[in-house]
């Protein structure tokens, strides 16, 4: 069974960062990129960006860069995105995505508040 | 960036045929997804290009269209199935989302 389990809510200053992971199992972790998406009630669903675990190439929206930088660990079947210069507009949940043949399986998500 | 429309939100009762479509601001061949939300709960995907079945998902559920006009059907709609359903392109860069479409059972 594939299983996306995301870390824990996050409560951040603005201007910090926040750095949150994704960990796979039930396949090949290097066999299929992971996306990761931007759910706010502002903006609905947004693409942030995808990274390939095999060969740790990366691309993102051009909206988001800058913003995330995203990672993956073999040896732990790990992804994971860092947030940084995070402000209110940084509100939101976000969720990673495993590519099969669309976005087949997504974490629970990770909700990041902005709040001094 | 490809904007994906959809109609905010469409009421039906049990038993009849709902379709929820989803024009794309530029061709986007047959890389159409749907996904299903429930409240508090992640997307699940229905439909992956255009109009093939994702694994587990009720033959109920059935997607049709290419280019720039997309529909997802269900018949019959159950209760189960009050969510907001999103489409979803992956033919053009950067991936785009449709604002979602609120299905409620009168």
């Known amino acids: 069974e594939v299983k996306l389990q995301q870390s824990g809510d996050e409560l951040v200053r603005p201007g910090a960062s926040v750095k949150m992971s994704c960990k796979a199992s039930?396949?090949?972790?290097?066999?299929?990129?992971m996306h990761w998406v931007k759910q706010s009630p502002g903006q609905g669903l947004e693409w942030i960006g995808t990274?390939?675990?095999?060969?740790?190439?990366?691309s993102y929206n051009q909206k988001f860069k800058g913003k995330a930088t995203l990672t993956a660990d073999k040896s732990s079947n790990t992804a994971y995105m860092e947030l940084s210069r995070l402000t209110s507009e940084d509100s939101a949940v976000y969720y990673c995505a495993m590519e099969g043949y669309a976005l087949d399986y997504w974490g629970q998500g990770v909700m990041v508040t902005v709040s001094s | 960036d490809t904007v994906l429309t959809q109609s905010p939100a469409l009421a039906v009762s049990p038993g009849e045929r709902v379709s929820i479509s989803c024009r794309a601001s530029e061709g986007v061949n047959s890389y159409m997804h749907w996904y299903q939300q429930k409240p508090g709960q992640q997307p699940k995907l229905l439909i992956y290009k255009a109009s093939n079945l994702a694994s587990g998902v009720p033959a109920r559920f059935s997607g049709s269209g290419s280019g720039t006009d997309f529909t997802l059907t269900i018949d019959p709609v159950e209760a189960d199935d009050t969510a907001t359903y999103f489409c979803?392109?992956?033919?053009?860069?950067?991936?785009?989302f449709g604002g979602g479409t609120k299905l409620e059972l009168k």
């Open positions: 990274i390939i675990p095999l060969i740790d190439t990366t």
């Open positions: 039930g396949y090949t972790f290097t066999d299929y990129a």
């Open positions: 979803q392109q992956s033919w053009n860069d950067p991936r785009t």
